[in-house]
Structure formats: structure tokens, C-alpha cells
């Protein structure tokens, strides 16, 4: 029974990792390239990732599935992982995106008006 969740949990979350990874990397070019309007379109964060990690301890004496499983999760652009990456690569590169060093009298809603 285990080792049919852990197929289960590897085939729904190998699906939704690889649909976030389409949706962050691949989708935008491709609608550009067809000179299509490309709007923001939502993933499932977290979910894929968990079911991957899931599947791996499920189906580890399967190891050549489970490292599959882990390495698809590794793709999952909207797991704990990716965040926490984006996150230190914003503290790390100075890009975290508040910009209130970086703007001045911009940053400051009094200034606005002036």
C-alpha cells in the first residue's frame, strides 16, 4: 500500500514540479518568441516539492526512482528551497527589492507630494 502512495505522490508531484518549472522558465520566452501577451500565471508552491520528498522515502529501495524524485524536486521552482535561495541571493547581491537606501526622497511618502 505504501509503495503505491509512493508512486502515486511521485507521478502527482514530478507533474507539478515540472509544471512550475514550465510556468517560471519556459512559458514566458515561448510566448514571446510567438509574440503572444504573456501575463503572470501562479504555480503550486510547496506542494510538488512535498510530494517528491515524499515519494523518495516511500519508494527508497526503488533508489534509482527516489533520487529521480529528489532531483525533479530539486527542479521545483516553487519549493522551500527555491525560496530560501532567492532570498539569499537578494541579501547577498544587495537586490532585495525594498530599495529604501537606494531612493532617497522617493522612498519617503512626504516627498512625494513636492
Avoid at 509544471?19 to 519556459?26: G, P, Q
Avoid at 534509482?64 to 541571493?89: K, N, P, Q, S
Amino acid at each position: 500500500m505504501l509503495t503505491i502512495l509512493g508512486y502515486l505522490a511521485f507521478a502527482l508531484g514530478a507533474f507539478l514540479s515540472l509544471l512550475n518549472f514550465y510556468l517560471s522558465f519556459v512559458r514566458v520566452p515561448l510566448l514571446r518568441a510567438l509574440g503572444r501577451p504573456s501575463g503572470f500565471v501562479s504555480g503550486f508552491p510547496l506542494v510538488g516539492s512535498l510530494l517528491l520528498v515524499t515519494s523518495a522515502v516511500l519508494l527508497w529501495r526503488a533508489w534509482r526512482l527516489a533520487y529521480t524524485a529528489l532531483a525533479v524536486a530539486a527542479l521545483d521552482t516553487g519549493g522551500l528551497h527555491w525560496f530560501l535561495g532567492v532570498l539569499l541571493w537578494g541579501a547577498i547581491s544587495g537586490r532585495s527589492g525594498g530599495g529604501d537606501a537606494e531612493q532617497g526622497d522617493a522612498a519617503d511618502p512626504a516627498a512625494r507630494g513636492r
